[in-house]
């Protein structure tokens, strides 16, 4: 079954060091999302791409976040610097154009902690 | 948007219980309804959907109905195990392709 491949699993870091998170979709997939989830709750959309190009970044903090996908296949997020407060799991999600029928598919995720 | 409202946990059953999740929302138009579990340390993965009105998505002994009329999406299992212990997310989906999440449903399950 084809997966969304996510690396590192793990990430720890110092504040104020820069941090990258790499995300391969399902082949086809036009589009990819990435969330944020802090512990305890929910995933929140950060930003979603249709091939390369950015269709909603609107929950990105555009000072120290930036994301990008150049060849409209893998995609990279990256946080610069990183805060305290950034510790979370970052998931990477695939859907083809329509995702009404079978949603979005998640990979397993990199779980961020910034000491 | 849309908003999701999700029964509050953490729940906690013995093992072969009957599990009930509420799950309502608010749309401005009749989306797919999905149901994501996430096990720990992991992501998210697709446990069942439904994508019309009065369908009714199963997986793994789970189920849930598209209730139009009152805007809902309850899951329920008839005999939990322990393995099902999980964080389960109900999740609307819009016309524009936006996937909502409510805040998640903690479910731990004693043998």
């Known amino acids: 079954e084809a997966e969304v491949a996510q690396s590192p699993r793990y990430k720890i870091t110092e504040k104020s060091q820069a941090v990258a998170f790499w995300c391969d979709p399902i082949s086809g997939h036009a589009t990819l999302y990435w969330y944020r989830q802090i512990l305890g709750q929910g995933p929140e959309l950060l930003v979603q791409f249709q091939d390369e190009s950015v269709v909603d970044d609107s929950q990105l903090p555009k000072d120290r976040f930036s994301a990008e996908r150049l060849k409209g296949v893998d995609s990279t997020l990256k946080i610069q610097p990183a805060e305290l407060g950034d510790s979370a799991m970052y998931l990477c999600?695939?859907?083809?154009?329509?995702?009404?029928?079978?949603?979005?598919?998640f990979g397993s995720g990199t779980r961020l902690t910034v000491v | 948007g849309d908003s999701v409202t999700q029964m509050e946990g953490p729940v906690t059953l013995s093992e072969e219980a009957f599990l009930t999740i509420n799950c309502t929302y608010t749309?401005?138009?009749?989306?797919?309804l999905f149901w994501y579990v996430q096990y720990p340390g992991e992501g998210l993965q697709l446990l069942l959907k439904?994508?019309?009105?009065?369908d009714k998505g199963s997986n793994k002994g789970f189920e849930a109905t598209y209730r139009k009329e009152t805007t809902s999406f309850h899951l329920e299992k008839g005999s939990v195990q322990v393995s099902d212990s999980a964080v389960y997310f109900c999740a609307p989906i819009s016309n524009d392709y936006k996937l909502s999440f409510g805040a998640g449903t903690t479910v731990t399950v004693r043998a």
């Open positions: 749309a401005t138009g009749y989306p797919s």
């Open positions: 439904a994508t019309k009105a009065d």
């Open positions: 999600a695939s859907s083809p154009t329509s995702p009404l029928n079978d949603g979005y598919t």
